[in-house]
């Protein structure tokens, strides 16, 4: 691994330099570090290949795999690369396969990678072939590490990545837990979108509970999200993962806003939503949160706000933009009123969500400040105190979880 | 035609010129002819995979290897025995008078139909 000739800022972690998210060098390096090491990165979910040959093509870091379900309870990840000549096997999305075959020279893999039919192995009437200490076990395709945990698919290209729940730690195993309980998961739809941003601002964004009710100024104008309001910023030991859950100040989707903080912040108290049901939750999952996220490092946001369940995967490409694919999800035990109120509550998400879109401008215009800055320019992350050791402090005025996540980067990439 | 009618696809020695294996169409009909240890066994010559030809394959024992793929069938029941073959491919009753290796015409005409 190369060593970055770089030095951060004698500061520490109340300073991220511009660096991060501009340098090639770096990048290469959080390939090699993060995304091909010992990290648990998101797969898919178990719903989305329901049969055996089920299965859907992915990226995961910048590798892409093929995600399928190669018996009644397994699911294979591969990398969707022939081991002959480096085909790209897979060029649909998702589909069912018998076995998979690369089109170029036929060669055959089982479902589970396995490399069974090389043709004309034995020549043609006798003649070439391959040799007869050809063995076709040493030529399958690249198994990836799985695990699936309450309907969600992990994969890893490390085989010492230890278990998840021992990766997240039990600090935010009740986070994870709570969206996906293990209760049967069902599709509602996907949403794509490419973010010309580094794929650390994402994370960053969700561990930034400062910037909710300021930037996302439909949540405090319709009663969804207050700065005030009870929070918990949490992180697991390394601060590498981290979770935020907010309870309601108040009766989401009442009318008027009473005496509240964010008076003064240029919220238009005379907007009222026209139909009120774009907001209006139903309790189903464990507490009274109202929004409740958890945030596996480094490739996923799994959410919950009001009704709507989503997870954000991301797909960085290169320093300066990252893909975000969101799948949007109910459970198979959903009413026809709760699938309807699930899309609903969906418009607040996506590229084009009544919330989401604010995210996806903010991280584009940071991006582009990036560009241009000076060599030793850094941002500043001064909001509250501490990083990592900071679990839980019960306000959003703070940035201690994005300091906590820079303590983990630094001694991950050696920075 | 009765059950007894048989027809001629191959003689004795051509097949053992062959290595034991050969393949022949007979009325339209692919057939793989098998010798092992003095006994005769004849296939539908189409693997039932990815319809490759088993005669140009690899016989041992009673498994003929599918050139394409490497699936397996057992040549004496049509089983398919490897993957990534997993349909039983076609068998014939197959006799030997003399020099002749006969297989039997209602077993040909039923393969007929399919083709």
Request: glycine share 10%; with cysteine; proline share 4%.
């Amino acid at each position: 691994m190369s060593t970055i000739a770089k030095r951060w800022p004698a500061a520490g972690v109340t300073e991220i330099p511009y660096w991060v998210y501009t340098d090639k060098d770096v990048y290469e390096s959080e390939l090699d570090r993060i995304w091909y090491a010992d990290h648990w990165l998101y797969a898919g979910l178990e719903a989305e290949v329901p049969q055996v040959g089920s299965y859907r093509t992915t990226t995961l870091g910048e590798r892409q795999v093929i995600v399928v379900r190669s018996a009644q309870d397994q699911i294979s990840v591969l990398e969707n690369r022939c081991r002959h000549r480096g085909v790209q096997i897979c060029q649909a999305r998702s589909g069912k396969l018998d076995g998979i075959t690369c089109p170029y020279h036929q060669w055959s893999y089982a479902l589970d990678g396995a490399l069974q039919g090389v043709p004309f192995r034995r020549g043609i009437k006798g003649k070439g072939g391959m040799s007869r200490d050809f063995s076709p076990s040493d030529y399958g395709l690249l198994r990836l590490k799985v695990e699936v945990v309450n309907g969600v698919i992990w994969a890893s290209f490390s085989d010492r990545t230890p278990p998840f729940r021992q990766y997240l730690g039990e600090r935010l195993w009740s986070s994870y837990e709570r969206i996906v309980s293990g209760r049967r998961l069902r599709v509602v739809g996907y949403n794509r979108q490419f973010i010309p941003a580094n794929w650390k601002l994402v994370i960053e964004n969700i561990r930034d509970p400062y910037h909710g009710a300021l930037l996302h100024v439909f949540l405090p104008t319709f009663g969804l999200f207050r700065p005030d309001q009870a929070s918990e910023m949490r992180m697991d030991e390394t601060g590498r993962h981290g979770s935020l859950m907010s309870l309601p100040a108040r009766d989401p989707g009442a009318a008027g806003h009473g005496e509240d903080i964010t008076r003064d912040i240029a919220v238009d108290a005379s907007l009222q939503l026209a139909d009120k049901r774009l907001i209006e939750a139903v309790k189903e999952l464990k507490g009274d949160e109202t929004l409740g996220s958890c945030c596996v490092f480094p490739s996923v946001i799994l959410l919950q706000q009001i009704n709507a369940l989503q997870v954000r995967h991301i797909i960085p490409k290169g320093p300066g933009g990252c893909e975000l694919i969101w799948t949007h999800f109910g459970f198979e035990e959903d009413d026809e009123e709760m699938k309807q109120r699930r899309v609903r509550h969906g418009n607040l998400f996506g590229p084009a969500g009544l919330v989401s879109v604010d995210d996806s401008e903010v991280l584009a215009m940071a991006q582009r400040g990036f560009a241009t800055a000076e060599e030793n320019g850094a941002a500043i992350v001064k909001m509250g105190t501490g990083g990592r050791e900071n679990t839980n402090e019960g306000h959003m005025a703070t940035e201690s979880a994005i300091r906590g996540l820079y303590q983990y980067y630094r001694e991950v990439m050696g920075l | 035609m009765t059950d007894s009618e048989w027809i001629r696809i191959a003689s004795a020695t051509e097949l053992k010129e062959a290595g034991g294996l050969l393949g022949r169409s007979i009325r339209g009909v692919p057939l793989a002819v098998y010798e092992v240890g003095g006994a005769c066994f004849v296939t539908l010559d189409r693997c039932t995979h990815a319809q490759a030809r088993l005669s140009e394959g690899y016989l041992e024992g009673f498994l003929i290897e599918c050139p394409l793929h490497q699936g397996l069938f057992d040549i004496r029941t049509g089983e398919a025995t490897g993957p990534p073959c997993t349909e039983p491919v076609r068998t014939f009753a197959v006799r030997r008078e003399g020099e002749d290796l006969l297989v039997s015409l209602k077993s040909l005409q039923e393969a007929q139909e399919e083709e």
